[in-house]
């Protein structure tokens, strides 16, 4: 923005300076006269500053002034007033530290179980839950578990395209794990027994010696 205002005044600079011609002298007359003449050339040319850009130029000037005084005096508030803004590098020899003892003890932490929560088989919502860790233990050993973030009909869909029979099957599981993990109704003991049937043949069916090449 300030070589944008200061653009003419920097172009009538570089004219002056191109059309400026060296003054001829002329031995025949006393130096003072041709200084005169050459005084009232230029005058005649008529060359004036643009003081409309010099103006606007003396005006962003101001406001830098301006602007770093108030910065300057937002910064000495802040010592006043006991706050002081350090940034802290992020790599510093303590968080490298706490790395290293991380990696170094990894060995000592236990395992994480696979599910978080337990379910007591004797509730019905329970078991068609227990009844759906099931298919992802399935997943799980062909090297086709449920991935972070994706959802139960999306896993469904994935594992029927690796088993088309099996979409019948894969889909009346997920709808019923749907209603007991997301709703409050509680499962049929006919919903408990069709989905109990359905795992037993998504798990034959998924067996690692049966996977597909």
């Known amino acids: 923005m300030i070589f944008l205002v200061l653009e003419p005044l920097i172009n009538w600079l570089a004219s002056l300076i191109a059309k400026r011609e ?3 002298i002329e031995l025949s007359k006393p130096l003072l006269e041709q200084l005169e003449e050459l005084e009232e050339q230029q005058l005649a ?21 301006v602007l770093i005084a ?4 937002r910064q000495r508030d802040r010592i006043t007033a ?6 802290e590098y992020i790599g510093s020899m303590d968080l490298f530290l706490s790395q290293l003892r991380d990696l170094l003890n990894a060995h000592r932490r236990p395992g994480r179980t696979l599910f978080a929560d337990s379910l007591d088989a004797n509730d019905p919502r329970h078991r068609l839950r227990v009844l759906y860790r099931r298919l992802l ?7 086709q578990p449920r991935l972070r973030g994706q959802t139960p009909a999306s896993y469904a869909r994935r594992l029927a395209r690796l088993k088309p029979a099996e979409d019948d099957d894969l889909q ?3 709808e019923a794990y749907h209603l007991v993990r997301y709703a409050d109704e509680v499962p049929s003991p006919e919903t408990l027994a069709q989905a109990e049937q359905a795992v037993a043949r998504i ?6 010696d049966t996977r597909p090449a």
């Not at 500053?49 to 830098?64: E, F, K, R, S, T």
């Not at 108030?70 to 005096?73: M, V």
């Open 137 to 143: 233990l399935a997943g799980r050993a062909i090297d």
């Open 203 to 208: 798990e034959a069916a998924l067996k690692p």
């Open 172 to 174: 009346q599981l997920t």
């Open 22 to 24: 060296m003054p001829k």
């Open 82 to 87: 006991g706050v002081e803004e350090q940034r």
């Open 70 to 73: 108030a910065w300057r005096r």
């Open 45 to 65: 040319a008529g060359t004036t500053p643009p003081w409309g850009a010099i103006a606007a130029g003396l005006v962003v000037l101001v406001i830098i002034v």
